[in-house]
């Protein structure tokens, strides 16, 4: 058993989740890949929106996989850090903008 | 950045028996991963054979004004392997009598080889449809008695291959050294200054990508897209084809591989992608390489392993492309390089 909650190595075994449950593992992988294809979006920018929310979610796995997939994609890593800026921005926003909720609160209670 | 080849530096893994054992050994010993015979018997393609020929690729030299960080070759300004005129001359017969389609010359930087543009001239003659020589535009900045191997290559009707690992100044220069990028372009717009490159033109101009690091190579025509759009906008540069190729995990890749502590997973993301169906396709059944002095191989990194073609023609003075079809192909575990995704060959992606 692992020491630790991570491991590098069991990203190799995601697929291992159909292991137990095929029908729903299969029906979910693709699922996966049918959203990573082409589209009106191209693959590149779904490469670059997945590793902004790779990070928002702080998936170790996902950022291995999606900086990974940007590199081999040509993209540069500016352009990655660009994407993240973007997730972080709404993270932020999404922090500041219960400060509305908190001014609401604090105008309902004062007197 | 390396300035020496591994030879020059004395390294471990010089010596192709060192790199085999490598690619033998560890994952692939501990049965962690199938080796590649194994994988390819799963779909009845065991033993791999060689099918008529198409290709003849001619490695004029191991010299190169560069030293790149993941040359198979290991290919440098310190190594001396140069095809002497004796050679050349036993391969022009070989030229002259050929089914092969295409005539591909690479190195090293071919050009650096003394007896280059005789050899061009003469083996023009023989009219192979395709004659590729595999320039890594540098070479065209290096040197004054350099500049005109554009006019050169148009006078010959040379179809130009050329190296570039990205449309960014940045990740190409950390893989092949310091200013590569910039006397790239410059060369690059040399060439479509002369036609080459062009829409429509018969000069043929394709750029080669290999990956800057261990990872694999995109989507062979995503990525050209990219690059085209890039070096038209940024430096109004145009060519023909991108060719997304694999770095196979020998020589200074591997060394690269093994220093990164990045072997175990770049192995598992080849043996990952292999796909069954570019097998059929790989370049080894296709092609034959031929050393700077003179010996047969299935392929170029064959050749860098120095595992000679299983055949009783070994040499190209005893060259016989009759009794070389249908030889069972040398195989190791480096091949994965070429079946995975897509496939990858010298001429990029293989499906």
């Not at chain 1, 994407?83 to 999404?94: D, N, Y």
């Not at chain 2, 080894?284 to 120095?306: A, H, K």
């Amino acid at each position: 058993m692992s020491k630790t909650y991570y491991d590098p190595a069991d990203l190799r075994k995601f697929g291992a989740i159909s292991d137990w449950n095929e029908e729903l593992g299969t029906k979910f992988f693709d699922y996966y890949n049918s959203v990573f294809e082409e589209g009106k979006l191209t693959a590149r920018e779904k490469s670059l929106i997945a590793l902004a929310v790779s990070h928002t979610e702080q998936c170790p796995y996902c950022i291995d996989a999606y900086t990974k997939d940007a590199l081999q994609r040509g993209i540069t890593k500016e352009e990655m850090m660009e994407a993240l800026h973007v997730g972080a921005a709404i993270k932020s926003g999404v922090t500041l903008v219960h400060g509305v909720q908190m001014m609401n609160k604090v105008n309902q209670l004062e007197m | 950045m390396a300035t020496k080849s591994l030879h020059k530096r004395e390294s471990d893994l010089a010596n192709s028996n060192r790199q085999l054992e490598i690619l033998s050994n560890g994952i692939f010993k501990n049965g962690e991963l199938p080796k590649f015979a194994d994988k390819i018997a799963e779909t009845g393609q065991f033993p791999l054979r060689a099918k008529k020929l198409e290709i003849l690729q001619i490695n004029l030299g191991y010299m190169c004004n560069q030293v790149c960080e993941h040359c198979h070759v290991d290919a440098g300004p310190d190594r001396k392997e140069i095809m002497t005129k004796t050679t050349m001359m036993q391969c022009l017969e070989v030229i002259k009598n050929t089914e092969a389609h295409t005539l591909d010359l690479t190195g090293g930087a071919p050009e650096m080889n003394p007896n280059f543009r005789w050899f061009v001239e003469e083996a023009s003659k023989a009219g192979i449809k395709d004659f590729i020589v595999r320039s890594n535009l540098t070479i065209i900045r290096a040197n004054k008695k350099y500049y005109d191997l554009p006019q050169f290559f148009k006078k010959h009707n040379v179809h130009v291959v050329s190296s570039m690992p990205h449309w960014t100044r940045g990740k190409t220069d950390k893989q092949r050294g310091e200013g590569v990028f910039d006397k790239s372009i410059k060369a690059l717009q040399d060439l479509n200054a002369i036609g080459y490159g062009m829409p429509e033109s018969s000069l043929k101009l394709d750029l080669v990508y290999n990956p800057s690091g261990a990872f694999l190579p995109g989507d062979q025509v995503a990525m050209e897209k990219d690059f085209k759009k890039a070096l038209l906008e940024d430096f109004n540069i145009q060519f023909h084809q991108l060719f997304a190729i694999t770095n196979l995990p020998i020589s200074r890749f591997l060394d690269y591989l093994i220093a990164s502590e990045n072997y175990d997973d770049y192995m598992y993301a080849l043996v990952d992608a292999y796909n069954p169906s570019a097998v059929a396709s790989v370049m080894c059944t296709n092609t034959i390489s031929i050393s700077w002095d003179g010996w047969l191989y299935d392929c170029d990194f064959n050749q860098m392993l120095d595992l000679k073609v299983a055949s009783k023609v070994q040499h190209i003075s005893a060259y016989n492309e009759g009794l070389l079809e249908n030889r069972n192909i040398i195989i190791s575990q480096h091949c994965y390089g070429c079946t995975a995704g897509a496939g990858s060959s010298c001429q990029g992606s293989v499906i």
